[in-house]
């Protein structure tokens, strides 16, 4: 089995910042995209931060400037540096990855539990 875990959300005042973590574990061969997904109340879950195995990264125009993705391939791990915040950052952070669990297998998406980013005006 393959399980993500989400860490690091919490309650700021606007102008803060908070650090975003998650871990990968389990039966894992190669972790390729790593991403970070957000989804507030009464709307889509949107792409918020994306990074490949090779360390290049795209950004949501929303979060262009603010947040910054980085992962440790040695770690598993994929982190959200976030300054900055806004009351419109509000929402649910979730980890999203494409895990190919053994050589030669296909790749399958997972997603993490969800860590509650709240942002206080």
């Known amino acids: 089995q393959v399980q993500l875990v989400d860490s690091g959300g919490g309650l700021v005042q606007a102008g803060g910042s908070l650090r975003l973590s998650c871990a990968a574990s389990?039966?894992?061969?190669?972790?390729?995209?790593m991403d970070w997904y957000r989804q507030a109340p009464g709307k889509q879950r949107e792409l918020v931060a994306r990074?490949?195995?090779?360390?290049?990264?795209d950004y949501a125009d929303s979060a262009k400037g603010r947040f910054t993705i980085s992962r440790d391939n040695a770690k598993n791990s994929v982190y959200l540096h976030m300054n900055g915040l806004k009351p419109e950052d509000t929402a649910v952070y979730y980890c999203?990855?494409?895990?190919?669990?053994?050589?030669?297998?296909?790749?399958?998406?997972?997603w993490g539990q969800g860590t509650q980013v709240t942002v206080s005006s």
């Open positions: 999203h990855a494409l895990i190919q669990k053994y050589a030669g297998s296909i790749g399958s998406y997972y």
């Open positions: 389990g039966t894992i061969f190669s972790i390729s995209v």
């Open positions: 990074i490949t195995s090779g360390g290049s990264t």
